[in-house]
């Protein structure tokens, strides 16, 4: 058998029938790994083979006298760079913590760890999760495993290229704008941001804490529902995490119809700058909503044309505050050239970022600074609640909204490197629901002629994860996308 290639739901299965150990389990994705990870580049790091073959032995043997598993032991993930990992250096695709390994876990990565699960390593990001393609990063880029011409989407490409290419079982991702749907929809896996709030963001790097969302990617639905039923729920370490019930999301999988479910299709997602081929994929996908008993009307959201220029202003003001803290003193990146204190501070940060950090430092600095705080970060406040306002109102319409998550599928290498703007529209489609904090998932639903995945979005209201996950399952039942591989060559 492959253990690589099964689905998380299936490798646990396997592992708590006792059919498979966690030592098999580690050589399997250690030996995928070594296959094709210098082909894909999903990695800044990865634990080395003694010590995941010495906590996957461990294991066993502790199994051998308890005689129970736990739902994440011995499951080898991928974790985005950005989330913390006591011990485990989290460099955020940046020199600035080239060397930097917390003294703490995330709390996510708490939980999974009294699971005993399997850290396979940490996964590639642009830096300090600022872009849409994994190109802004430190270390190089990561490739899509179904092009490796081309990118994996951004900003946790990482994540998204070692799920699509087998390298771990599941990986957990962070998004500000889309940075879990985007490069989901690039890779042909799926990618949750559950609602704002429903997990927590404890010991995640701080790109725009009014937006960070740190949430599942996985090969099929059920998995997503999986990881999400174990990260969810408040965290008395993180003061914006939500005190709202955590239904079992794995039961909203099992419903195969979206029967009863009323589904919103918003005009202005369907405008210029679509592909025809993302078009007629996104729409087929709709007709298959019908099909399946939903009641599909078309919606609008009128503000949609402000969501990117909202977002740009919102998230680099939060990040020039939030990265005001990489400055050489307490730990990380410290230039070696410097002659007084000012110096010390210009060129470790002058060093220690790269452009794409330093552009929406400046961005952002600028929109707060005197004399222009009301006419941009102001404003993009009232255009945030209006934006924020026009879901709620379409929600008391229907139960979700069913768009494309991209506007084109994974474009190549380099194409729009030298463009900010262009690289700004690929999140066109998914910053809305940042915007609103409500959750939205990304799921295939089909190829283009040249072979690239298609990602179809379905946003909710708030914490409604498992009316999403319902209709995302029904949708991924009923079609066959999700047998489609990679071939990486
Ligand atoms: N691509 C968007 C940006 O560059 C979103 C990033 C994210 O979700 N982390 O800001």
Not at 160 to 186: H, K, N
Not at 453 to 461: A, K, N, S, V, Y
């Amino acid at each position: 058998m492959t253990l690589f290639k099964l689905s998380l739901k299936e490798l646990q299965d396997l592992f708590t029938r006792g059919e498979v150990t966690a030592l098999e389990i580690a050589r399997a994705f250690l030996l995928r790994m070594s296959q094709v990870e210098f082909k894909v580049k999903a990695f800044i790091t990865q634990t080395d083979r003694e010590t995941l073959l010495a906590q996957a032995e461990a294991i066993d043997k502790d199994l051998a006298s308890w005689r129970k598993t736990m739902p994440f032991m011995a499951m080898p993930l991928a974790i985005k760079d950005n989330i913390c990992t006591d011990g485990v250096r989290t460099t955020c695709g940046s020199v600035m913590l080239e060397h930097f390994a917390p003294p703490y876990d995330s709390t996510v990565i708490a939980t999974l760890r009294t699971h005993r699960y399997l850290l396979l390593g940490k996964t590639n990001l642009d830096e300090f999760a600022m872009g849409s393609s994994t190109e802004h990063s430190a270390f190089g880029p990561t490739r899509n495993p179904w092009n490796l011409k081309c990118i994996p989407g951004g900003s946790s490409g990482g994540s998204a290229a070692a799920v699509a290419a087998d390298e771990c079982v599941a990986a957990l991702g962070s998004d500000t704008g889309g940075s879990i749907r985007q490069p989901a929809a690039c890779c042909g896996v799926v990618g949750l941001k559950p609602t704002y709030g429903r997990v927590s963001r404890y010991g995640l790097v701080a790109f725009a804490s009014s937006l960070d969302q740190i949430g599942p990617i996985t090969k099929t639905v059920q998995d997503s529902a999986i990881l999400l039923n174990a990260l969810a729920g408040p965290d008395p370490l993180d003061s914006t995490s939500a005190d709202q019930p955590v239904p079992d999301f794995t039961k909203a999988v099992k419903k195969k119809d979206v029967k009863k479910l009323k589904l919103g299709v918003p005009k202005e997602y369907f405008t210029e700058g679509l592909d025809s081929e993302v078009e007629q994929a996104v729409r087929s996908a709709i007709d298959e909503f019908k099909n399946l008993g939903g009641e599909v009307r078309e919606v609008s959201l009128p503000s949609t044309e402000w969501a990117i220029a909202t977002y740009y202003v919102i998230a680099t003001a939060e990040a020039s505050s939030n990265l005001a803290r990489y400055d050489g003193v307490k730990y990380g990146f410290r230039s070696k050239e410097k002659q007084n204190l000012l110096e010390m501070y210009q060129r470790t940060r002058a060093e220690g970022f790269g452009s794409e950090v330093k552009r929406r430092i400046m961005l952002g600095t600028y929109v707060l600074s005197a004399g222009y705080y009301d006419a941009y970060y102001g404003k993009a406040q009232a255009v945030r609640t209006l934006i924020r306002r026009e879901f709620e109102s379409v929600f008391q319409d229907v139960d979700l909204l069913v768009t494309p998550t991209m506007p084109t599928p994974a474009f190549h290498l380099g194409e729009k490197l030298q463009d900010p703007l262009q690289m700004y529209l690929s999140d066109i489609y998914t910053i809305s629901a940042s915007l609103a904090g409500i959750p939205a998932i990304s799921l295939p639903c089909g190829y283009s002629q040249l072979g690239l995945p298609i990602g179809l979005q379905i946003m909710g209201r708030p914490f409604e994860e498992d009316k999403v996950l319902r209709a995302a399952s029904a949708y991924e039942q009923a079609t066959d996308w999700r047998k489609k591989r990679p071939v990486i060559r």
